[in-house]
C-alpha cells in the first residue's frame, strides 16, 4: 500500500495504473467464465481430464474461449506501453481518457462476445485497438 501512496503523491497517474489491473483483471474473468461454462457444458470430469478432446468452437464455448484469447492479447498490447506511460512519466490527460476509453471498450467488447452481439462486439474491438494504437504513438512521442 505504502508503494501505490508513493507513486500517487509522486505525480503517478491515478487511471493509467488501474487500467492495467483492469485488463488482467478482464483475462482473469474471461478465464472464469470459460471454465464454469466448460463445467456445465462438459462436465467436471472433462475439466479434471487431459482435455485431450477439443472443445466445441461453437455457441458460448467458442465465443467464451476467442473473448479470452482476445483479451489476452489485447492486454498483452496495450499494458506494457501503458506501464511504460506510468514508469517515466508521461501520462497527462490525453493517457488518461484512453485510458477510460480503452477499459469501457474492453468491457462492451467482452459483454458484446459473451452475447454474440456483433454490433457492440466489433466496434468496440475497434475502439480498443485505437486506443492502443494512440497509447503507443503518445508515448513514444513523449519520449523523444
Known amino acids: 500500500m505504502f508503494v501505490l501512496a508513493s507513486l ?17 483483471a478482464l483475462i482473469w474473468l474471461s478465464v472464469l467464465v470459460q471454465h ?11 475439466v479434471m481430464s487431459d482435455r485431450s478432446t477439443p472443445l466445441d ?13 482476445n483479451n489476452m492479447e489485447s492486454a498483452l498490447m496495450y499494458a506494457p506501453v501503458a506501464l511504460v506511460a506510468v514508469i ?11 485510458a477510460i476509453v480503452y477499459m469501457v471498450a474492453r468491457a ?3 459483454v458484446g462476445y459473451w452475447l454474440n452481439v ?18 503507443t504513438v503518445d508515448v513514444i512521442v513523449s519520449l523523444l
Open 36 to 46: 464454469l461454462n466448460n463445467v456445465k457444458s462438459k462436465g467436471t470430469a472433462f
Open 8 to 24: 500517487l503523491t509522486n505525480g503517478w497517474s491515478i487511471v493509467e495504473i488501474p487500467s492495467i489491473v483492469f485488463a488482467a
Open 118 to 135: 456483433s454490433f457492440v462486439r466489433s466496434p468496440s474491438w475497434l475502439v480498443g485497438m485505437v486506443c492502443v494504437l494512440a497509447l
Open 88 to 98: 517515466s512519466h508521461t501520462t497527462g490527460e490525453l493517457t488518461k481518457w484512453i
Open 108 to 110: 462492451l467488447f467482452t
Open 57 to 69: 468452437e461453437g455457441g458460448f464455448t467458442g465465443r467464451a474461449t476467442r473473448t479470452l484469447r
